[in-house]
Structure formats: structure tokens, C-alpha cells
């Protein structure tokens, strides 16, 4: 093949690409470029051969060492920094940097992509994984929201029926294995019904309120308190025996009977207590508390009893 023929295949393969080729000694100067080169940088192509390489890169963008690599026998750089145009506009490049092993002398050939549109891909990228981390962590508060609603009384803010349950299992679980005492206390509003009927739901709302909040105040921070239903309360009391419970439940219903709770009338509570006992069925745990509660009621309110 011809040399003239062989120069006109290399510079229809050179403006054929849609990337920027650049051809360059070792000390950066430019020898040839494509068109690609030409209308990506707008400078004519006698005027990119009277620059070097590090003219074409904007003043913070990093230097590529590949080009003064004189003794390798190939060399290839995969970089992204940026470069600028003759109008001093910046746009960022992805280089790559082969050196000609079968040229006479040192020569590098530099394959210059310009990744704006990746860049920006790139950055739409982030942006929308950052947004469905927002919404992860927004669906995250959402879901411990209603997991929280789902678990608690919305009028005294105290756990419900279904939150206590799930942590009696547990606890049943650790008295079991380590033969430990657990005690429950089953209590309700004296007359509470009386309330409601005489001076409204407001009074008796404000009544629960009251009393659930005197009542958290005399427990231990390992004591689990839930609102059982209406105006029934329940209290479970890991590591504690009947007699440390029955303590409890007297120190709860004196406070109550000594606070001015309400206005209008004195409030009072009865309180059953009852201790586990190991293997026992959870129903007939509840069953004695709740019978021990039917005793204190029957024998005048206002009263502590515990199961037998």
C-alpha cells in the first residue's frame, strides 16, 4: 500500500470517530488531531498542533504522568478530568493514552470522550437514589408511626392490649428458663361508669389521663403498664414476687385515693394481684388477677386483693 494511501485510510478512521483523537510527542505536543477534536475544542487544526496537551486542560484538572512515561513500551490511562475549549468554556473528558510501539519515534495517541451527557446521567443517577433513600427513610418513619399507633392507647399513651401481650411472651419466655418471679396487676376506676354518666366522657377521659400518669410515676422502668380495655389497666412486674407485687399495687392505690384526681368526687381503685406460676396457661395467670380484682370490688372497693 502506498504511503499517500495509507495517510488517507488513517485520517478517514481518525474523523470517522466520534471521539476526539489527538496524537502527541512525550513533552505533550500536538501533532495531529481529528475533526472531532476540531469542532469539540473550536480551534482550527494548525492551531491545536501549535498547543500541547496541557494547554487543552483547565487550570485545576490533574495532568495525565502517562505522558512522561518515555521508556514503556505501552502505556494506557483511563482518566476523567476536565478540559477547555477555546472559548474557555470547560466540559469533563474521559482520556485514554496508548502509546505508538511501532511509530519512528515516541508518540502517544490520546482517545478523548466527552462524557457531559454521562456526567449528567451520572448526576441524575445520584439524585434519584437519593430521593428513594428519602422515601425509604420517609416510609421507614411511616411504617414505626403506625407500628407505634398500632401498639399504643391514643388517650393515655400507654401500650394496649396487643403490644402488652407481645412483650408478656418474652417475658414468660425469661421467667421460665431462669425460674424468676413475675407478678401481674389487674386494676380498674372505682365507679368509673358513674363519672361518665354524671359529668360526661371529658371528665372521665380526663380521669384515665390523671391516673394513668400517677400510676406510671410509681413504676419501675422495667415494669411494663397497658391499658387492658375501658377503664381495666394491667401491670406486669418481671422479678417480683406476690408479696413485693402486693406492696406495689398498695403504694399505686394510696396514691390514687390521696390525689385529688377529679373535682367532683373521690377516686378510687381496686387492684388484684397475681403471681405466676411456672407452666401455667397465660388465661389462667389473667384469670386469678382478674378474680382477685372481682374480690376487691366485692369486698367494698378502694382494696388490694391477690390470687390464690
Known sequence: MEKSQSLHYYREIMNHSRDIILILRTDGTIIDANDTAVKSYGYSLPELKALTFEDLRAPAARPLAALQSHTAISTKIFSETNHRRKDGSIFPVEVTSHRLIFAVENLFINIIRDITEHIQIRKSLCQELENIKKIQQELLIKNLTLERLASTDRLTGLGNRRHFETIMLGELERTNRYHLPL?????????????????????????LIIVTSLIQEQLRTSDVFARWGGDEFIILLPNTNTQAALQTAEKIRGIIEACKVSPAEAVTLSLGVAEYIENEMISAWIKRADTALYLAKKSGRNSVKTAV
Open 183 to 207: 407478678s401481674l396487676i389487674l386494676l380498674d376506676i372505682d365507679y368509673f361508669k358513674h363519672f361518665n354518666d354524671n359529668y360526661g366522657h371529658q371528665t372521665g377521659d380526663d380521669i
